[in-house]
């Protein structure tokens, strides 16, 4: 019995993630892309939804022990840094990570280490996420990839990614348009028809305003919404 309780709450908490990082690429793309992204609805098979025929997929890379990080963070993120506990902050350390804010308040954590950067998590999210595609009903899908850092590629690494996932799938029956790759101070748009890529800066404090909005959304309507 306790076992299973154990599992309904991680299973319960692995929805809120989901649905936080759902939200918060629904909210960074209507807010950084109004005039191509608007009314976008929830959904599954893709996430998202602007119309029944177009949708977009929304997935996540990790870094080594990432995933322990991100159990600490789902705690503190969006909060004042000055309310956090040595103690919080300590554990991420242990886990080779920092605390990333902006004006005070929570928005990320890093590795404290420089990390060899490469496109192969990218690859791999896109190999798993382009598996899935045969299943969804929208002609027109697009990828949404949460990258998991700031500032961790530059515009070269993506360019990079974009002639390999454009070169993977040519021959596919099923096809993504384009890859939107997030970064907290960017957003690097990806057409793979074309293999050009757009880098787009992102406001810190209107990013801020994003995290707090999907953070209060899941907050508030749980996983029904």
Known sequence: MKNKIEFDEKMCKHKRNKKYYEHLAKIILEKFLPQRFYDLEISDRP??????????EVTRTFFSNQAHAEGIFEHIKGKALSEISSQIILKLALLGY?????????????PKEAVWVNTDSLKEAFINKLKKLTTYQTK?????IHAPMFDLYDKEDIIEFTKW????????????????IYQVSQLFICHLKEKQV???PLDSCLVRKCCKQAKDIVQKYGNNN
């Open 47 to 56: 996430d998202i939804r602007q119309t029944a025929q177009i949708g977009i």
């Open 98 to 110: 920092k605390i990333f804010e902006c004006n005070g308040i929570i928005l990320g954590y890093y």
């Open 140 to 144: 027109e899908t697009h990828l949404f």
């Open 165 to 180: 996932a454009a070169d993977l799938q040519k021959n596919s029956q099923f096809r993504y348009s384009d890859v939107f």
């Open 198 to 200: 757009i880098m787009l």
